[in-house]
């Protein structure tokens, strides 16, 4: 199995822009320079001015405001509430993730297609639709939902429910990351490993994952940034309630509905700052391996 | 069943499958399933009242418009990219990614505020006309912010790959820059382009964050298939909702095998063009 | 190794996050209402907060949930885990009873006048200088006219728009049913957009420009003209309806969180004299006669039926606003 065969199977997602080497021999010319101004355009227009916006709008009353958003009480229990779905999501999908990675790439079994594109199957699925599903398996109103509530877990308009809309919705991350990278692999080391009398277990936790690391770490960079920024599914499952389940998203919502501005772009811009750099420090992350392995 | 070199591949195997049933599979189904015994009068009250239908409509065409708007402009961009060394290159770059950074909501705040009649774009536009939020030109506009990296990410690899000796010995038997880019490198990038179309018109179909402060919500008229579930939910219309979802999730089932079968196809020109 | 360390802080966390979900210490209500009342809990909230403190000593902290108000029902039917519901009609609190039973079935006698501790009317809200002309409920129906009000499937208000319309027609036509119904058919047809809950509808006309006249609650005419002095009219047609927005507590989740007694006497304190007059302030009409009298100035007189007037919310809702009823026959969605 080699990583084309995974191409073929999965839906490639953007990754971080290749790093080549643009013909520095020839200068652009008239024309190239004509073509480059109206690219800055379009991505200046498009992309910029939006980006830019979050943080005036946030600082536009300067920074007292901004920063009493933050104090506020309802903004920080949202924040708490954020940040416990997107580390119970983590470790949920890290779990997956890992297993995954090892059974797909150790083994060989027929339907490893089917599976691979029921992994992917959430990047396709619209926030809402999930949020609906989390709502139609585990609602009061459903089977399991009144048996959960027996025992005293509510599933819908409670946190669980928000964490379970936000697994299925970042399920893929973590996965994908480890799977290309343990197929890549391969299976040498590990054979090696047992030869030489590990247990599968030693040689996952000493071999395998060591050696994982950074695509581990690059899945869950990139999994706690979606995960924090949900929106659709969690306005489904969540109720609403203030100082409740009300996650970050949602209180930036709320905020704008009432005309509360500069403290709904003041989060805003916090949420987009966090997620920018997530984003920028895992493609950074893959340009260093990517010359790595293209230098030895 | 061939002999595995490491073993424990049943409980491997067993535990990913009971994982990928209880986090995926079964919440889908249970969608699917909560349509069993639905009246047909409900079911088309729910999918084929003219609210319903305007709200498809209106996911589907503006989806597909963003798509192509994002194959024409992200193609470009990635041309751009790829091609010249500029100062500023690394921001641009950098910027691509953006839209799939930042979270819908921020998105969906930030554009219903620029293009609203008091914003930054919005103040420019309106007095000449143009009017963009509460439009489905407003809708058009959020998904083609939303799909535009992933033309430019899927194609910019790509054209990276292509070598440069392909493009010499084309001109070096006297094809100009025209018919090099037509004969020689656009059937090379050509399904990159259509893959690229195709993840951004599926991230568009479902697309609710960044839509929803924009869009207006107009029932008949602006109003999104994702809100249209939203409001049968809030209706405790569950089956209704699921109506519609079972809908999108038809139309989502259908781009991942087509996406699959282009990445397939996508693969092989791959590998044939190096 | 990691994922160890990542289980161990989401313990951590969810036990920093427990206070706020966690009812057991009994001091704390979550109050489950509909969709304007935004402002005026936010500010009785205050006041209950302060008296409790002077008479028991104790710190308590409440907490909000706005919405539709048939949304907000079907919510604590769900499982919303609601101490008290201050609901837009008495229909919505029946449900939670009938459909759920995690309240009594006779919840509306165990507070004065059927559990209403105050009540409002429907009236117009129009542009500044009325531009469209707008008296009365046959101006509505003038083609060229967009009328906004919520949609009656989720938001109690809406209901009360619809009733106070078809009351409207039935008054103009000697009673007759069949013309009631097309009255209501030709206003609808002059409705763009539907909003869940009454704010949602409030904000779509005022701050987004959308219709010439808002049918609301007289309490969020108020508010609109509040928020934006200057920008609107309000507009008190010749008859309406007394809308009677009820309160409950809901004894299950009370036994639950240990919050009877709290839950009790936070919904008796709407009806002492500074909550009566808070509410006036904030455009509901108090109960209290005495405080009507002394603040009410800005209601106006209207004729006004009641729900009675239809046979009482279980008729009413099951005739107009239930599956199939007349709403979804004249609504064509």
């Known amino acids: 199995m080699s990583v084309a065969d995974f191409d073929a199977t999965t839906i490639a997602m953007p990754g971080a822009p290749p790093e080549h080497v643009a013909d520095g021999a020839r200068g652009p010319g008239l024309v190239g320079w004509i073509a480059i101004a109206v690219a800055a355009l379009v991505v200046g227009g498009l992309i910029g001015i939006p980006l830019v916006s979050v943080f005036a709008e946030a600082f536009q009353s300067g920074l007292g405001p901004f920063a009493a958003t933050f104090a506020e009480p309802y903004a920080q229990s949202a924040i708490r509430l954020t940040l416990l779905v997107a580390v119970c999501t983590i470790a949920f999908n890290a779990f997956f993730g890992i297993l995954a990675g090892w059974t797909i790439s150790k083994y060989e079994f027929p339907g490893k297609t089917i599976l691979l594109a029921i992994i992917d199957l959430p990047l396709t699925v619209s926030p809402v639709v999930a949020g609906l599903a989390i709502l139609m398996t585990a609602g009061a109103h459903t089977p399991l939902g009144s048996w959960l509530q027996t025992v005293g877990i509510k599933v819908a308009f409670a946190p669980p429910g928000i964490i379970a809309a936000t697994i299925f919705v970042t399920f893929p991350y973590i996965a994908r990351e480890l799977i290309a990278f343990m197929q890549e692999q391969g299976r040498d080391q590990e054979e090696s490993s047992l030869v030489l009398g590990a247990t599968v277990w030693q040689t996952l936790w000493r071999v395998t994952l060591p050696g994982a690391r950074l695509a581990l770490f690059n899945g869950v960079i990139l999994c706690g940034a979606r995960a924090i920024g949900e929106f659709g599914a969690v306005s489904v499952i969540s109720g609403r309630v203030r100082g409740y389940t009300e996650t970050v998203p949602l209180h930036i919502e709320a905020l704008y509905n009432e005309s509360s501005f500069v403290g709904a772009f003041a989060l805003a811009a916090a949420l987009a700052f966090t997620t920018i750099a997530f984003t920028l420090i895992v493609n950074a992350n893959r340009k260093s391996e990517h010359d790595r392995t293209a230098a030895s | 069943m061939s002999r595995d070199t490491i073993p424990g591949r049943n409980i491997a195997l067993g535990t990913t499958l009971a994982l990928v049933s209880l986090a995926v599979i079964a919440p889908l189904a249970a969608v699917v399933l909560s349509l069993n015994g639905i009246t047909p009068e409900h079911l088309a009250r729910a999918i084929a009242s003219p609210d319903a239908i305007a709200a498809f409509r209106l996911t589907f065409v503006a989806s597909l418009v963003a798509a192509l708007i994002d194959l024409v402009l992200g193609s470009f961009v990635a041309w751009i990219l790829v091609r010249y060394q500029f100062p500023g290159r690394p921001v641009l770059d950098a910027l691509v990614d953006v839209p799939l950074a930042i979270p819908t909501a921020v998105t969906g705040i930030t554009l219903a505020t620029i293009y609203g009649g008091h914003g930054f774009l919005g103040a420019w536009l309106e007095p000449h006309g143009i009017q963009v939020a509460y439009t489905q030109i407003g809708v058009a506009l959020a998904l083609v912010f939303v799909g535009f990296p992933f033309v430019v990410r899927t194609v910019q690899p790509v054209l990276a790959e292509i070598p440069k000796d392909l493009e010499e010995a084309a001109s070096s038997f006297g094809a100009g820059q025209t018919l090099t880019l037509r004969r020689v490198i656009f059937p090379l990038v050509f399904p990159a382009m259509l893959t690229g179309f195709a993840l951004s018109l599926a991230r568009a179909l479902g697309e609710y964050g960044s839509v929803v402060f924009i869009a207006g919500n107009l029932p008949g008229k602006t109003e999104i298939a994702p809100l249209l579930i939203i409001t049968r939910l809030e209706e405790y219309d569950y089956q209704g909702a699921s109506a519609v979802a079972t809908v999108l999730l038809i139309a989502s089932f259908g781009m991942l095998l087509a996406i699959n079968a282009l990445q397939r196809r996508f693969s092989l020109a791959r590998k044939m063009a190096t | ?333």
Not at chain 3, 60 to 81: F, K, P, T
Not at chain 3, 227 to 244: H, M, N, Q, Y
């Open chain 3, 1 to 333: 190794m990691s994922a160890l360390r990542a289980l161990a802080g989401a313990l951590a966390l969810a036990i920093s996050v427990a206070p706020i979900s966690a009812l057991a210490e009994g001091t704390t209500l979550l109050n489950v209402s509909y969709d304007p009342t935004r402002e005026f809990y936010s500010a009785y909230n205050s006041l209950f907060k302060e008296y409790w403190k002077k008479k028991t000593g104790v710190d308590v902290s409440i907490n909000q949930s706005h919405g539709g108000s048939g949304a907000q029902a079907r919510a604590v039917i769900e499982g919303l885990d609601a101490d008290v519901v201050t609901l837009a009609l008495a229909y919505d609190i029946d449900a939670i009873a009938q459909k759920s039973k995690l309240l009594s079935p006779d919840w509306a006698k165990r507070l004065p006048d059927e559990s209403t501790p105050y009540t409002s009317t429907i009236v117009f809200l129009v542009r500044k200088g009325n531009p469209k002309h707008i008296k009365d409920w046959n101006d509505l129906v003038k083609p060229g006219v967009a009328v906004i009000t919520p949609n009656p499937k989720t938001s109690g208000g809406a209901r009360w728009n619809f009733l106070a319309a078809y009351n409207y027609g039935l008054r103009a036509n000697h009673g007759d049913d069949g013309k009631a119904r097309a009255y209501v058919t030709a206003l609808f047809k002059n409705v763009p957009v539907l909003d869940s809950g009454a704010r949602g509808a409030t904000t779509s006309f005022t701050e987004r420009g959308l219709g010439d006249v808002l049918l609301a609650w007289e309490n969020e005419a108020f508010y609109a003209q509040r928020e934006k002095p200057g920008a609107f009219d309000v507009i008190a047609p010749r008859t309406s309806i007394l809308a009677e927005p009820p309160v409950a507590w809901i004894d299950v989740n009370v036994q639950k969180h240990d919050t009877a007694k709290l839950a009790k006497a936070y919904l008796e304190y709407l009806y002492a004299p500074e909550a009566q007059k808070l509410a006036c302030k904030f455009g509901y009409r108090p109960r209290l006669t005495k405080i009507l009298g002394s603040c009410g100035s800005h209601f106006a007189q209207m004729d006004l039926s009641t729900i009675r007037n239809f046979g009482g919310w279980d008729a009413a809702q099951k005739r107009f606003f239930g599956d199939g009823g007349v709403f979804d026959q004249i609504y064509q969605r």
